[in-house]
């Protein structure tokens, strides 16, 4: 399988630790997002994923999948070991809210394109944006702080919360949003980044970082 990703990517983080506690191998493609006006755009990349965002999934058969969700829930389905997800429809329920929160209500707010916009179309000035990008985390990780519990997010087992808070953690230590007032957040990050599997994944670990 071969997985266009770009390190710094938070998307293509939550893939690389998914992989990574799966065990399961795949060619790495870095597709940057910054360089040459960005190369998710090119042509020769909008032919795999019309999208043109990465992570982006090309099984051996060709097939290609995109969206981090989708293809964790994949991952899950098709790699059962070790589960990201608990027995139980409530429980799998909670784990799926603090994923969706991530995912759905304070990533996307935070996206390099959405960035692009407010500071070229929309002339904000970067403060602004900057502003914007503490903001979401902050308002996001209001009501996360609530939710997650010790040592991992949803208690003793890994699961697909963990795979989405780390890298998200991450966007906000990156853009310096003070982290002070979410001792619970930051520490499932910390219990988290001590395994292995997350810590082989993180940005500054890959090659391309270097
Ligand atoms: N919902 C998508 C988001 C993918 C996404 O927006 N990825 C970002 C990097 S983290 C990207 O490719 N941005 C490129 C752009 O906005 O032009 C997913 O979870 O896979």
Redesign the pocket.
Known sequence: MKLYE?YR????Y?LRIALNLKQVTVETVQ?H?LRNG?E??TQAYRAINP?????CLVLDDGTTL????A?LEWLEETYPQPPLLPAGALARAHVRSIAALI?CDI??LN????L?YLKTDLAQPQPAVDSWYAHWIRLGFETLEQMVAAPYCCGDAVTLADVMLVPQVANARRMNVDLSAFPRIVAAEQACLALPAFAAARPEAQPAAH
């Open positions: 770009y990517s938070s998307a293509s939550r597709i997002l960005g998710q755009h999208q043109g965002r990465v992570p995109i969206q981090s969700p293809i995912a990533h996307p996206n390099t394109s959405v692009a």
